[in-house]
Every structure is written in C-alpha cells, then in structure tokens.
C-alpha cells in the first residue's frame, strides 16, 4: 500500500459516509433512532392490549401501527391499528404524537418479543417472516 | 501482480462490495452496511498490522486482511439472508456487531478508527514501525471508547416508552402514512 493508496482509501471511505450522511434517507436509518430493524428479538414480556389485537394463543402475531399504511406480506397473523392507544403501548408512538409507522412481534404465548419502526415495512416481509419463523 | 489482475482485482471488489450494499439497501439498511464495512475493514488492517509488527504473516496484501475483516463483520447479516437466522447477542463475536449499533456517532466513529487503521497500514509498509503500532493502538482506542460509551439494548417497553431517542424524532417522516423520502426503506 503506497501512501496515495491510503490517502485513497481514506478519501472514498469519507466520501460515501459523507454521502450517505447527506441522504435524506440517512436519518431513516440509523438503527438507534427508534430502534430501527435491529432484527435481534430483544423483548420478552407480556403483550400488552392484546384482547384489541385478535391474537390467537398458539399463534405468532405481527401487530403492525401505522396510519394508512399496507401491511408487509407475511405467512402470519397481521393486525393493522392506528390506535393511539395502542401505538403508545407499545412504544409506536412518534414523538410528534402520530402513530408508527412500525410492527411489533407476539410470540405464540402472548408475549411481546420484538418491537421497530420501520417506515418501509411494506416492502419487507421477508425480513418479517425470518423474525416470526424464530418465534414459531 | 500485473496491472491487468490489479484492475481485474479491484473490479471484483468493487462488484462484490456493491452487490452488498444492494442486499443491504433493499431493506433500508444503508447504515449498517457502511457501519459493519468500515469497522470491519478496519479491524483487517489493524490485524495485519499486529501480525508484520510481530514479523508475521508479511506476505498477505492489506486488500486481503480488509476484505477478510469486512466480511467477517458482515456475517451475521449474510445469516439473516441466507439463513434466515435472526441476530443474538453473541453475534458480538463477530467485529461487535450488535454492540456497534448503539455506538455514539458511530458512522463517525468507525470512519475515524477505519482512517487510523489504514494510516497504520500504510506505516508498516513503509517501515514506520512505532508509528504503525500508534495508529493501531489508537483505532483500537477510538472503537474500545465508543464501545463503552454505548448504551445497553433495551429490555422493555417501559424503557423504550421513557427514552425520546426511541421514539422516532425524524424529521423526514412526514405525511399521514409516515411514508419517507422516495426510496427510503
């Protein structure tokens, strides 16, 4: 490595974290804020709100909050809410006050496992579905 | 190596780089590929570095070491796709790929250790031993700091509910569907 290939290597790294940075969508993505797509099952307590939710004990439950939005396509249950009530619980509530967009996971027993924002949730069943066949 | 196998090399690289950002870009996962790329291929340098200060493995090309170290991080990701394997804790095995997530400015941070790694790098191929392991020392640092500043992964919703940063502050989400930016997600 010369030391123009270090320069070189340094200055293309800056720049597409500097474009990235730049993005709009950058701030979508950071995975800290609102926790997003961590895609680690990170929860595990009692669901809450659940008898609003049509969960069926035995059954994975993806509790999708949002308003207005189309539910990812996914071989699971798949509640739509808009319930502020609902979003607050459980933590799908924007600091702006409106409602997700984003889903949480309820495992068979009830129990609340994982929980996004995801404002592309539409376009990514498939990595729902790896998160529900881990809860089957 | 040739200039026709450098180009052929460099052209390879690329390619598969950017066939990893498209896996990672269909789910709106741009941060983590910068993320796990620049540390990864951070931690190939700073590797080598180690293994030349301590008379070792002098024959590896540092395109290698950084290409060993960025997939190395990635692979959790490659098990998400290929093997529909959710991430786990001990995932962290893997260049911290959990723990880096929730690093203080962690693009910034593993920008800085990765420009430290290859400035390293580049002084122990020009003999510049004590400067070398200074650089490496102080990658190792900046990414040991950033780790330790981070905050542990919530483990409740009552959490989630009481810190603001979880509550999804973003500007660009606008619009009764929350639908971002064209292309986000």
Sequence with gaps: MTLAGAVAAVAIAAGLVLAYALDPRAALEDPVRGLRQLDLLYLDEPAPLLERLGHRPGEVLVVVVCEGCTAPAVA???????????????????????????????????????RTFDPGLADHGPEVAVLVAALR | MKAVARIALAAGLIAAEASLWYAYDRYGAGFHHLVHGLLGAGSGLVALVALRLGGRATGVPPWAAASAGRVL????????????????????VFVAHIAVHFVPAALAVVLGAFALAVAACA???????????????????????????????????????????????????????????????
Excluded: N, Q
């Design chain 1, 76 to 114: 699971a249950s798949v509640t739509v809410t808009s319930d502020a009530e609902v979003a607050a619980a459980y933590a799908l509530r924007r600091a702006d006050g409106r409602v997700g967009p984003g889903y949480a996971l309820v495992d068979g027993r009830g129990r609340v496992r994982y």
């Design chain 2, 123 to 185: 002084a122990v191929l020009l003999g510049r031993r004590r400067l070398a392991g200074g650089a490496a020392a102080l990658a190792v640092a900046v990414v040991a700091v950033g780790l330790a500043a981070r905050d542990p992964i919530p483990s409740s919703l009552a959490e989630l509910r009481a810190r603001p940063e979880y509550a999804c502050v973003l500007p660009a989400l606008t619009g009764p569907t929350g639908a971002g930016p064209a292309g986000a997600g």
């Design chain 2, 73 to 92: 991080a990635a692979v959790p990701d490659m098990l998400f796709l290929s093997l529909d394997l959710p991430h786990a804790r001990w995932m962290d």
